[in-house]
């Protein structure tokens, strides 16, 4: 369980998320999927990245239950600081990163692909930012990177998901694949990328970023800066509180009907 690197192939580093049941990550495992990414491309022979996930999803977002259980605003300083870390690695990963994403991808999960070089999905992926749902802000920096200006909006407002196959049609995911064959898929986009001159496609990557129409590290502050303010304000909490009592009614109501059909 945690954050895992290997070396593939030559050029191909491989960076998976592993937090069961559905990869929602603790402050610590930001940070440490920040250092993953980080050492993988400081590594001259790494080439690409591919950041993928075991389990049922790609990635839930932060552990709000890490910040329920955490008194003060402490959980929460640390979840945004290391989730900025985590973004920030992808984005400044001196070589391409390949996100390789399956089930669903939240929150979090959206930070890291909308910074990443390059998409490929399951046919069964789906991607959104429940924020506005748990009293928080964040990543639509990273969701205006997926789909056009509008319907990020509309997706925010409404905690509102959208498909792998709605998200190739605006070209954000290079392609979509029976989950079966996500990990083949990815690899494959990686030994194309390894196939050339590192020198080349480190430089590639500098240049990528440096015409960047936005300044990803500090829109994504900004955002952030309102979901202190909320959670400052004690709005946060009472979202959150709602959310978990939603959370266990929905688990009793479940508990319920299983003793019926018994």
Not at 11 to 34: E, K, R
Not at 185 to 203: H, P, S, T
């Amino acid at each position: 369980m945690g954050i895992n690197r290997h070396s593939e192939s030559t050029g191909i580093t491989v960076v998976t998320v592993d937090y069961p049941p559905v990869n929602a990550i603790p402050s610590d495992g930001w940070f440490t999927l920040a250092d993953e990414i980080r050492a993988a491309g400081r590594d001259p022979e790494t080439k690409v990245v591919v950041l993928r996930a075991e389990n049922r999803g790609f990635n839930a977002g932060v552990d709000i239950k890490e910040m329920q259980r955490t008194p003060g605003h402490q959980a929460l300083i640390d979840a945004n600081h290391g989730c900025f870390e985590a973004f920030a690695a992808v984005y400044d990963c001196p070589v391409p990163v390949i996100a390789a994403v399956q089930g669903f991808c939240l929150g979090g999960g959206i930070g890291l692909v909308g910074n990443a070089d390059v998409v490929i999905a399951s046919d069964d992926a789906t991607f959104g930012l429940p924020e506005v749902d748990r009293g928080a802000l964040g990543a639509a920096t990273h969701l205006s990177r997926l789909v056009p200006q509008h319907l990020m909006r509309a997706l925010f407002y409404t905690a509102s998901t959208i498909t792998a196959q709605q998200l190739q049609h605006f070209g954000s995911v290079y392609q979509v694949v029976p989950r079966a064959e996500l990990d083949a898929a990815a690899l494959e986009v990686a030994k194309n990328i390894a196939a050339k001159d590192g020198r080349v496609i480190r430089a590639a990557k500098r240049a990528l970023n440096g015409i960047d129409v936005q300044d990803v590290h500090r829109s994504y502050r900004y955002e952030q800066g309102f979901t202190f303010e909320l959670n400052l304000a004690g709005v946060a909490d009472e979202i959150r509180a709602r959310f978990d009592d939603d959370l266990a009614a929905r688990k009793e109501e479940s508990s319920k009907e299983e003793g019926r059909e018994n």
